[in-house]
């Protein structure tokens, strides 16, 4: 591959959106997409001492594992080692307040490209640098990403998969090039757009998918960036509440579809 198509590839992978995660519970009417969370874990993976992080999915639980391409239950090919897979014990779905009161819920529409809500799963492959027993480097990664999922970005994950792939004396040479531009944020004069805007923790809205603000008879999505640093379903939550107060009578649901963390 040329430098040219590398970088081409770069860019196409910076502002493909990949497909949407549920924040929360379905309730929420929340999503994240898939490129703004690899983007936030794969950091928090690069920050644990040994680690040299490599393909990382997370998706339902009953998907085959595309990180070392192969189902569930198969057993690790030669020279690469699986982890026992790790969850917190007794950590609830994160849910709206009302949400424990009980009875019906109508649930918001799912976006285009939307995965079923429910319990996720992180399937990471990484490298192990020589220096740290590896059950105390991957506990640390795997409460790293366990935190940054669900207290930094809101996600519903049940269990972390760990599989070292590489044992290293030393950790590779670190290239430092610019990153690939991201995408531009979009001028809008839309009364909802304003509203969200003005929520704290709001970056930006963008249109990874569409318009910032999309309408389809009653129903209502909104896109946006969320500031690094603020949870990622709070300001979701603070968000759908702009939109829906803005938005005209008659919009029976709010979607809210974050793309970024900046």
Do not use: K, Q, Y
């Not at 790790?86 to 779905?93: C, F, L, M």
């Not at 009875?103 to 490209?113: H, K, Q």
């Not at 003005?198 to 008879?217: F, N, S």
Request: net charge negative; aromatic share 2%; hydrophobic share 45%.
């Amino acid at each position: 591959m040329t430098t040219a198509e590398g970088w081409t590839a770069a860019v196409r992978d910076r502002l493909a959106p990949g497909r949407l995660l549920p924040l929360g519970a379905a309730a929420e009417g929340a999503w994240i997409t898939e490129r703004a969370t690899r983007e936030v874990l794969g950091r928090a993976a690069s920050a644990v001492r040994g680690v040299v992080p490599g393909r990382l999915r997370i998706g339902p639980a009953e998907e085959p594992d595309e990180v070392t391409g192969a189902a569930a239950g198969t057993e690790p090919a030669d020279g690469a080692a699986d982890v026992p897979a790790g969850g917190p014990a007794g950590v609830a779905e994160d849910g709206p307040p009302d949400a424990a009161a009980g009875g019906a819920v109508e649930l918001p529409p799912v976006p285009p490209g939307g995965a079923v809500t429910g319990p996720l799963v992180i399937t990471a492959a990484l490298g192990a640098v020589a220096g740290r027993p590896l059950p105390e480097l991957t506990g640390e990664l795997r409460e790293a990403l366990f935190a940054v999922a669900r207290e930094a970005l809101g996600l519903p994950v049940a269990r972390v998969d760990l599989r070292v792939t590489e044992l290293l004396d030393a950790p590779p040479p670190r290239d430092s090039p610019a990153p690939p531009p991201g995408p531009a944020s979009p001028a809008t004069d839309d009364p909802v757009a304003l509203a969200v805007l003005a929520v704290e923790g709001v970056a930006a809205v963008t249109d990874a998918l569409g318009p910032p603000v999309h309408r389809d008879a009653d129903r209502l999505r909104v896109e946006l960036a969320v500031t690094a640093g603020r949870r990622a379903l709070d300001v979701a939550r603070a968000a759908r509440t702009a939109a829906a107060t803005a938005a005209a009578t008659g919009t029976s649901s709010v979607t809210v579809l974050v793309s970024d963390v900046r």
